[in-house]
């Protein structure tokens, strides 16, 4: 059926260039914020355990509440982004968002805190796909846009581990409730950036109802397989709810692409997902965030609990990682994307990467930080921070502008829900393996020392064998950016037609990649 929605005509009032670059700054600490609290709360969680009195059974619900509510409504987020507005979704995704950071601060007891947690979900799935679509529609410019998305990607990159440093330091001198409070100035400073600066075109937004049942399917669907995955971690390993997570997610998300295919106005136009180059790009983008959210994860137990690392040491410790991603996202991918075809940048980038985790299989209790953590983060950093970045710019490009916010909500989607496999899948592998090396080695238990050297020894397998895992799912990722991602031009080539390169509407990036 022919889309009836109204195109943004070539028109469109420029942008000023300071304005612009001006808007990215507070697009940039929004995203930070989003991102950094997907594990700025993980390093306070035994802080507020004990306060709040929660049980140890129970404490899941502080990371899972939020990647429930923040995976599960990404989609229905970026279509009411698309339809509302993007400006005015991104405020009230911000003051929502610092109104439930302030219930979670003050939380009395642990289901406030939980409930605090689903709130700055559900916020945070509609800010993260307004600030990546009015990023999309801003920067249209080939080499403007390369080192917009270079920052932002950036962003992403360097927030849970920035989350990790600035949760140490907050736990440690001040109060586990300020990992809520903090998000309070960042959400005063983007609002009233956002207010000020920020000018949308209103004939760039999505003139067509909200498509009801399929935001029903893709939310329960969603929510039922980050739900299941965070499940696996369970000592006792998957059970009976686990399985009928995954079947249920099966058949929801099965339905979910059926009533798309049929209703006029459908929340995910499936002509997002059938282009070659953009499916790629998703596929990269989770297939990689599962070994980068598993990398912090495995090695915040390895330095604390085998090398004594206090939590913000920890922090500190995973520097490199964030130099890497800083580089490769700010100054190789911008630089790259313009000049050479994305494949011949995403897979030689995603290979570094996996070469960082094939390092890591040589995880020992004594190795030493300098010639073996370092330089594995900064090949991960590096290699990473140029794949992602070119992976979302991809993912977003010759989008109408009346689809950025859903195309860019499943940018983060595809992140959510290959972080939540990457933290259940990784934690699994090294638990499991953690505790079939006890089983087989006690009798090296002789002494305290030998059953300490014991424990840190199990520990450490656990950590080579969730390598291994991560390395395997890297190559997968070098693969599918190979076979998936166009390698005949790279994202500068000229377009097509003459357009205002700072008008809100994608129409060059429509002329650059062209449909396959």
Known sequence: MPDTTPSAPASVPETPDGRRWTVLVFLALTQLMTVLDSTIVNIALPAAQHD?????????????????AFGGLLLLGGRIADLWGRKRALVTGLVGFALASALGGAAPGGATMFGARALQGVFAALLAPATLSLLAVLFTDTKQRARAFGIYGAITGVGGAFGLILGGFLTEYLSWRW?????????????????????EPADSRHRAPLDIPGGLLATTGLVALVWGFTRTEAADGPGTLTVSLFVASAVLLLAFV??????????LPLRILTERNRAGAYLVLALAAVPMFGLFLFLTYYLQLV????????GFA???????????????SPRLMTRVPPRLVMAPALLLATVSM??????????????????AQLMFGLGTGTALTLAMSLATHGIEPHDTGVASAMVNASQRVGGAVGTALLNTVAASATAAYLTTHTADTTTPAAHQLLQAQALVNGCTQASWWATGILVLATLTSIVLVNAGIPLSSPPSSHVNTTSTTDTEGASQMPER
């Open 52 to 68: 709040l009195g929660i049980s140890g059974a129970d404490k899941q619900w502080a990371v899972t509440a939020y990647a429930l």
């Open 358 to 375: 094939v390092l890591l299989t040589r995880l020992e209790v004594g190795s030493a930080y300098a010639s073996l953590l370092l330089p």
């Open 318 to 332: 995973f520097l490199p990682v964030i130099a890497g991603l800083i580089v490769g996202s700010t100054q190789l």
């Open 258 to 267: 059926r009533t798309e295919a049929k209703v006029r106005f459908p929340l």
């Open 179 to 199: 990992t809520f409070f903090v998000n309070i100035p960042f959400a005063v400073v983007a609002t009233t950036g956002a207010l000020s600066v920020i000018r």
């Open 307 to 314: 090398k004594g690392y206090s939590p913000v040491r920890t």
